[in-house]
């Protein structure tokens, strides 16, 4: 199985990670499966991907979910059919207040969060609800219910959602329908749509910062698993000469497509290309780039360890995210083989493994 197959065939619909986590809430987002062959390469385009989804009505579905899982299994939603996953941040902890076990000397609210989660209007959300829980070891599926949704609310609620971001000093992400707080700063202007990628999650920070650092000028960069683009993007406004960006997704090149025209990037700097869904080789030369970041999910990253370097020249940096500090030591043990001078870098539970590739 070619590594482009494998990805498809992963139980995910998306290289890129897909995650948004916004305050006062967490928010994870995906999108539906891309069809079966479509163009590899994308030209850059003024349309958002979250008009798709507008036009259309959609689930509203609130799962009660055990505390303790709330990460994984929000991640396992979208890997069997959730469009979109949020959390409200506030009432968990306003809860974690509320309804002593007496028996137990607990917090009752404690043991379940509540997760409202967006559903196609075809999917069997049943059937996904229970595989999500069975991928992670609950031996329950756990209570839900469904509304329809209206199709414009779904957009609106994240456009109020997502803020500015500050990533580090004079380093901003920014929504496109606000006006940057810093105008002299480097602002790169998003609308994710349904793309991962908004600044706010912890391995989207993490990745920025390592790109921050690494890019000197006139680099070659590539982002595997593009998501909105965001990184790619970032490489060009810190001074790199090229960007590619690829994700298997059609939602995410055209959102990523959407940003590259909202920051003013050439057509020239930024290819985007869409993983052919069959054997063919990807239209990227092999050891072509001079720093490669890879922001995606475990299992491709672990299965596509000699993939991703491979688009490497000998000496690049590859960075390495999308992990929890309790993977890294398999991932670690992973890439090896491959990289030396390993270093990481954590926020919260996220880790961002980078190392230079082995010369031959």
């Known amino acids: 199985m070619s590594a482009w197959q494998f990805i498809k065939h992963f139980p995910c619909t998306n290289l890129s990670r897909h995650i948004l986590r916004v305050k006062p809430r967490r928010c994870f987002t995906s999108s539906t499966p891309p069809p079966s062959s479509f163009s590899v390469t994308a030209s850059l385009s003024t349309s958002s991907s979250s008009e798709s989804f507008a036009d259309a009505p959609y689930l509203s579905v609130r799962i009660h979910c055990p505390k303790h899982v709330v990460d994984p299994f929000s991640e396992a939603l979208l890997c069997f059919g959730a469009s979109s996953v949020a959390v409200d941040e506030d009432d968990d902890d306003d809860d ?48 839900f219910k469904v509304e329809m949704g209206d199709e414009q609310d779904w957009v609106t609620k994240n456009q109020e959602s997502f803020q500015p971001v500050e990533i580090a000093e004079r380093l901003w992400i920014v929504p496109e329908w606000i006006s940057p707080p810093v105008a002299e700063g480097v602002n790169i202007i998003l609308n994710p749509g349904l793309a991962f990628g908004t600044g706010e999650h912890p391995t989207t ?13 006139g680099e070659a960069f590539l982002d595997y698993g593009t998501g909105s683009g965001i990184l790619a993007i970032a490489a060009l406004k810190f001074g790199a000469a090229s960007s590619a960006g690829v994700d298997i997704d059609p939602l995410a090149i055209k959102s990523a497509s959407h940003n590259a025209s909202l920051n003013n990037i050439p057509l020239e700097k930024l290819e985007l290309h869409l993983a052919p869904s069959d054997n063919r080789e990807m239209p990227l030369r092999k050891e072509q780039f001079d720093v490669v970041i890879a922001n995606i999910l475990l299992n491709p990253v ?48 996220w880790v961002c493994m980078s190392g230079t590739k082995k010369r031959s």
Not at 125 to 130: G, H, Q, R, T, W
Request: glycine share 6%.
């Open 205 to 217: 920070k993490l990745c920025l910062l390592l790109l921050q650092s690494l890019i000197k000028g």
């Open 96 to 143: 974690d207040e509320e309804d002593e076990d007496v028996t137990s000397g607990s917090s009752l609210a404690s043991k379940e969060i509540c997760i409202e989660s967006i559903f196609p209007v075809n999917e069997e959300v049943k059937m996904c609800i229970s595989q999500a829980a069975d991928s992670i070891g609950l031996k329950e599926i756990p209570k």
């Open 302 to 349: 672990m299965e596509l360890a000699d993939h991703i370097l491979s688009f490497a020249k000998p000496g690049a940096t590859i960075g390495i995210s999308g992990i929890l500090i309790e993977q890294l030591p398999s991932v670690q043990e992973r890439y090896s083989p491959l990289l030396e001078d390993i270093s990481v870098a954590t926020i919260g539970d």
